[in-house]
């Protein structure tokens, strides 16, 4: 069973960074490409970031050369490095393999 467990969620100020992690258990981590969601409150859930098995990357207009999305194999984790944070990032952050869905993190920038 496919478990995706994320942290690193928090309030931060406008301009700010955080650090979302995504570990991933219970399959061939290295097989799979992973991606971050978000959904912010009465709105869809929307792709942030996606990174393939052998490294392509995809990124949705509004956070390129802001966020970059990476993995650690031997930690089995998947990361979203977020910089220059903007009030309309807000959202609950999402980690995704397949049909699997972490429970989610809330991101809140604000002054």
């Known amino acids: 069973q496919v478990q995706l467990v994320e942290s690193g969620g928090g309030l931060v100020q406008p301009g700010g960074s955080l650090r979302l992690s995504c570990v991933v258990s219970g399959n061939i981590f290295s097989l799979y490409s992973a991606g971050w969601y978000r959904q912010a409150p009465g709105k869809e859930r929307e792709l942030v970031a996606r990174l393939s098995n052998v490294g392509f990357t995809e990124y949705s207009d509004s956070v390129k050369g802001r966020f970059t999305i990476s993995r650690d194999g031997a930690k089995r984790t998947v990361y979203l490095q977020m910089n220059s944070l903007k009030p309309e990032d807000t959202a609950v952050y999402y980690c995704?393999?397949?049909?699997?869905w972490g429970q989610g993190t809330q991101v809140t920038v604000s002054s």
């Open positions: 995704n393999q397949g049909d699997t």
